[in-house]
């Protein structure tokens, strides 16, 4: 039976920037939410509220997925269950955006609004955590009627509250099926 997958998108760790602890509580524990309910965890493998999701799944016994933007297994954190060492740079954000059933967004700088993007062009839905900062509370603001990236109304960004409520939402959204308007290129039988 396949697992549903729930990617979670946010604020990477870098050199020199201290992530607020909040930040990190939150995405750990919605790794936590998603292995309870027996879903498959999707980052990009990475530090930050990517590590943070990864350790959260880890201790519930939930299974970690890390698509690395790297060519190598030195930059996954610690708490993957696999990594793969894409070699693609950004262009991996497609891999999450496209591959999963379903995103949270928790915080986020440029890198996550590119997941949101590639995600809404292709019909995944994405659940934002408001209170987290970054892309997930200041995009509320550019959405057209509160809901929608662009007039295609492709897939509703909806919004929760806490970590409980986005995996709630982001596997009752898993469920239905998907929208499409996207790039043709994009498009295939997972988006079915």
């Not at 610690?78 to 999450?96: E, I, S, V």
């Not at 007039?151 to 239905?176: D, I």
């Amino acid at each position: 039976m396949r697992k549903t997958t729930i990617g979670v998108i946010g604020n990477a760790s870098r050199p020199g920037v201290v992530l607020p602890a909040a930040l990190l509580e939150a995405a750990e524990e919605t790794g936590r939410e998603i292995a309870e309910h027996g879903a498959v965890l999707v980052t990009g493998g990475t530090g930050g509220v990517m590590e943070a999701a990864a350790r959260g799944a880890q201790e519930r016994d939930g299974l970690s997925v890390g698509f690395l933007p790297q060519a190598d297994h030195a930059h996954a954190n610690p708490h993957l269950d696999l990594a793969f060492p894409t070699g693609m740079g950004t262009m991996r954000n497609l891999l999450t955006a496209r591959c999963c059933d379903a995103l949270i967004m928790i915080g986020g700088g440029v890198g996550t609004l590119n997941e949101l993007t590639i995600a809404y062009d292709v019909g995944t839905p994405v659940i934002a955590l408001r209170g987290s900062g970054g892309w997930s509370d200041r995009i509320v603001h550019a959405l057209v009627d509160g809901r929608w990236l662009d007039e295609r109304r492709v897939a509703e960004l909806e919004f929760a509250g806490s970590p409980a409520a986005a995996v709630r939402l982001a596997l009752a959204a898993s469920t239905r099926p998907r929208r499409t308007g996207g790039l043709t290129a994009h498009t295939g039988h997972a988006g079915d």
